[in-house]
């Protein structure tokens, strides 16, 4: 049924506004539209309109899909449903999710920091040996991440034991992608190790109590800001510090794009590993790029 734009006036948005509204592009609104039918309230010719409600409806959702929840578990939740997730992420916010560090690294990479506001780290081990034979270890922690030099199902299947009640994040310094794989059936997020305290905490609070996306890829070292100064600045007569990050901000764009379409793809979790092994290509990347800037640093410093 198509109606006068008199009749639309009232308590109706247009799909542009709409997109103003809830931060969700026109694009996605519509692909939303043909692939899980979140149709508008009503249409006149081609123009969609939506009413306040589904507004209302499409803010909650985008809250909880920046938060790691995919499209594709949102779309058949009632509205009293997606308050229930609203209000388990705001207790998350409140309340630190208890942890437990297994790792000299891990051990260092948290004694460099300041503070930690989104995990309350309750216990702490040097290593794998140290963590089995504890057993004063027993106290429920909601999650234990825990640095493997080779990342292997079968440790952490091991604490899965020792800690049933607790989630465990995966640090792993060498895998191959059947050892990823393996790991991530467990339902275990993993981190390619080095990483950031930030995406630790990440990591952390979203895996005590909520579907977990951004902290299995890699985080990036170098922001566009900096990647454009590098090479503007760069002297490198090969130009190699410029070819690296054209091809890493392809693969930034490249990893947004995949992670959109792990969004609303039927085969989500297909894309998301064409996101998450994006970013850690980009991050191999980085590494090479930031050899060749310290190396450029050398050749320009005054004797």
């Not at 409806?57 to 949102?74: E, F, T």
């Amino acid at each position: 049924m198509y109606w006068s734009s008199v009749e639309l006036e009232e308590d109706l948005y247009r799909i542009g506004t709409v997109a103003h509204l809830t931060e969700i592009s026109v694009e996605r609104l519509r692909a939303w539209e043909r692939r899980y039918g979140l149709l508008p309230a009503n249409r006149s010719g081609r123009t969609r309109f939506y009413n306040l409600e589904q507004v209302e409806r499409l803010k909650k959702m985008k809250r909880l899909i920046d938060n790691g929840h995919p499209i594709s578990s949102l779309v058949p939740l009632s509205d009293e449903q997606l308050n229930e997730r609203l209000v388990v992420q705001r207790n998350l916010a409140i309340k630190p999710a208890s942890a437990g560090l297994i790792g000299p690294n891990l051990l260092v990479l948290e004694h460099q920091q300041d503070h930690t506001s989104r995990i309350d780290v309750r216990a702490r081990w040097a290593n794998m040996d140290a963590f089995m034979s504890d057993q004063s270890a027993a106290e429920t922690l909601d999650v234990i991440v825990v640095q493997l030099p080779v990342l292997l199902s079968q440790q952490v299947e091991a604490i899965g034991k020792f800690h049933p009640q607790s989630r465990i994040v995966a640090i792993y310094q060498f895998a191959t992608a059947k050892h990823i794989a393996a790991t991530q059936e467990l339902g275990v997020p993993t981190l390619n190790w080095p990483t950031t305290w930030q995406e630790i905490e990440h990591a952390c609070a979203t895996t005590a109590g909520m579907p977990l996306r951004a902290a299995r890829t890699a985080a990036r070292r170098f922001t566009d800001e900096e990647l454009i100064a590098i090479a503007a600045s760069s002297e490198d007569q090969s130009k190699c510090p410029q070819h690296l990050v054209e091809l890493i901000s392809s693969l930034n764009a490249f990893a947004e794009y995949s992670l959109d379409q792990a969004e609303e793809a039927v085969e989500s979790a297909l894309y998301q590993r064409v996101h998450t092994d994006t970013t850690q290509a980009r991050a191999q990347l980085e590494l090479a790029l930031e050899v060749l800037v310290e190396a450029d640093q050398l050749l320009s410093t005054p004797n």
